[in-house]
């Protein structure tokens, strides 16, 4: 197994995205990783985490996107970028699969023309985690797609589905379609629509389609799949983060009060540990763009050594499942043109 | 001031109502509060909370409408229900404000149908008050209409700016537009069309329009009103509580699980109680219906006594407010069609 790594993308690049690399290879070895960037760069942060392990190498690119560059040109623009770079040695099947803190958009449109789409597949689609009350569940799209048509987001359930069976484990995940009600008739014409394919599709044994579902259910663990366009996905997503950060804030001032709240933070320090974990992006790590012929997967922009460790894992566990072979076998399912 | 209060609505019908009603009633004398519902089930459920005070009286209306009946016609099929005697008291001139803690989709339609919307506006919406880490921010829409235009959108910019500045004491609403991104091209053909009016309608001092921001800046406090169409802003809303309900369990079960955990949560009792109430519907209370020509607002179907006594105060500063003389005075700039 080998995963080529974007060694110069996020906030923290190269630095700690080379140290998380170098953690993982420590912690499993025989895995291959490849870190791709300025190699003098590169090197120097190696050198800093105590040099270059056995099975972690080098490739060198020139040039880094940023901010400022179009993400729809930037990897056309930049051909010796490191996500160009990195994302053609996976083309060419010198890896399985592409990892990146960097540029969402400039990743998703590199990975689209250069990894391209599984035939037949009209959008690639990033499928994040969440966190509910029963564990986690994926959320697809989630921003990828501001605009999608009824075949989108049918797609788009399938796509979670096998991603939710094959990478997370969980059997005959159930697929809810992301709604402001649970009735049939609910939403607008695209949910309405998209809710007859999908219920069909349901009656018909090819998915465990369980209907529309509000967010509210959804963050209570009523299924394992939310399907979403990527604006309201987004929404969704962002809501979630920002409760998550408002609410840590006001438990931090609450136990901060007074002598006996500090001394009541200690008393619950590893519960209080574990609850953070559960919304932290360190450890929830990297989002898949499902749909791509190859696993490619986008770091948080924030990430740490430790979130770029786990986004290694996840993109072994990507490969390993091969979710786009899934999806090529069951094409035919997921096309409305015919 | 009268306030009209559908005692027939919610979960906890009539009792909880009318006692939040006559709570109301007895911490603010001069209040005057009018009941409407099943006359002897009302009385019967005043008996049980000590009487009917001075200022509260009862209206008779024989019947309820209930989730079985179809929300934009219950009012008509059922013309003596709680809901539509009550709102055409208010029609009539007999209330400044008609609260229910009743069907959403029914007090709308009927809402809309017998006080109308004000002369100009396209469509009434939900604009409840959020917390967020800043206090509070408006809402506008969260479920009223799934599909919306620019135009909805920017009269929902002003509604919101409007109730924002006249009930919650904002000064200068600083509105922004929910978006997945915060650059000026980012979103759908939706977004991107009414950034640009809502863009001229702030730079002609009209609006304090502060441009695109995404539900994690919303949640930390970066505007005081948050357009949205309906359909994401009802994710954002249901995400909010379902990640406060979420948390809220988790938290509970980390201050159960040992003897010193139980003793830490008894050191943080106050903390741990206010930090509920801000993300409790029963506090929050009701949520306006904007845009129509006299106040009509829902309260949470789960409401309580102290939900619907919290209601009461709301109507009465928003009777107090006169949104609705604000929009009509402004209604020139809301329109998109000259």
């Known amino acids: 197994m080998k995963i080529i790594i974007d060694a110069m993308g996020g906030d923290n690049a190269p630095l700690e995205i080379v140290r998380g690399v170098l953690n993982a290879a420590k912690a499993r070895p025989g895995l291959e990783l490849v870190l791709v960037g300025r190699e003098g760069e590169v090197c120097a942060a190696a050198e800093q985490c105590g040099g270059l392990p056995a099975g972690v190498s080098v490739v060198n690119a020139t040039e880094v996107i940023d901010m400022h560059d179009d993400p729809a040109t930037a990897f056309k623009v930049k051909k010796d970028s ?47 985690a969440i966190p509910t009350a029963g564990g986690r569940a994926v959320l697809i799209d989630c921003g990828a797609n501001a605009e999608c048509s009824v075949e989108y987001l049918v797609q ?44 069909a599709a349901g009656e018909a044994g090819h998915l465990n389609f369980i209907g529309n579902i509000e967010a509210k259910e959804a963050m209570k663990g ?25 609410m840590g ?5 609450m136990f901060l009060k007074s002598l006996g709240t500090k001394v009541a933070a200690l008393l619950v320090k590893d519960g209080l540990r574990a609850f953070k974990d559960r919304l932290d992006p360190d450890t929830v790590g990297a989002t898949p ?31 390993e499942a091969d979710v786009a072979g899934d999806i090529a076998a069951h094409i035919d399912l997921m096309r409305l043109d015919q």
Chains 1, 2 share one sequence.
């Open 82 to 128: 490191s996500i160009t770079v990195g994302l053609n040695l996976l083309k060419a099947g010198e890896g399985d699969a592409f990892v990146s803190a960097g540029s969402t958009g400039a990743l998703l449109s590199a990975g689209t023309l250069l990894v391209k789409r599984v035939r037949g597949i009209r959008r690639a689609a990033m499928a994040p």
């Open 289 to 319: 763009f499902l749909g791509l012929t190859k696993p490619v997967l986008k770091a948080h922009g924030a990430s740490g050594a430790r979130a770029m460790e786990n986004a290694v894992y996840q993109a072994v566990a990507a490969a």
């Open 222 to 246: 009523g299924c394992d799949v939310i399907v979403a366009d990527g604006f309201s996905g987004n929404v969704m997503l962002k809501t979630i983060e920002g409760v998550g950060s408002f």
């Open 249 to 253: 804030r006001e438990l931090k001032g």
């Open 156 to 199: 788009f359930a399938y796509l979670g589905s096998f991603h939710a069976a094959r990478v997370l484990g969980i059997e005959n995940p159930r697929v809810g379609l992301l709604n402001i009600g649970s009735e049939d008739s609910k939403g607008d014409q695209l949910r309405r629509d998209t809710y007859q394919i999908l219920k």
